[in-house]
């Protein structure tokens, strides 16, 4: 099992840019994919990106392809979700987790608020 701290959330004016962290500790192997989902009040948390361990092969909902970009840094143990031209539709509890063959691991959530 791993333990995932998100960081960088905020109040940010429509059009601004944030990036997110998600710090990882324990064991990292290769097979594991990590990414990004994000809750919105009142609805369903929903997928947002993700990135694999060994390749860093990305994947994306359509709705934020070409304005958020997923990265990870292995030597920090920490991925990355560069969100950019935000807006207020974007406003909702981002979480980091981490898919092991075993389990989803999840990160406690950091709060990005997007005002218009």
């Not at 969100?83 to 959530?109: F, H």
């Amino acid at each position: 099992q791993v333990q995932l701290v998100e960081s960088g959330g905020g109040l940010v004016q429509a059009g601004g840019s944030l990036r997110l962290s998600c710090t990882i500790s324990g064991r990292i192997f290769n097979s594991y994919t990590m990414g990004w989902f994000r809750q919105a009040p009142g609805r369903e948390r929903e997928f947002v990106a993700s990135i694999t361990w060994d390749t860093g092969r990305t994947n994306y909902v359509d709705s934020v392809k070409g304005r958020f970009t997923i990265s990870r840094d292995k030597d920090k143990k920490t991925i990355y979700l560069q969100i950019n031209t935000l807006n207020p539709e974007d406003t909702a509890k981002y979480y980091c987790y981490t898919n092991t063959p075993l389990s989803r691991d999840w990160g406690q959530g950091t709060q990005v608020t997007v005002s218009s």
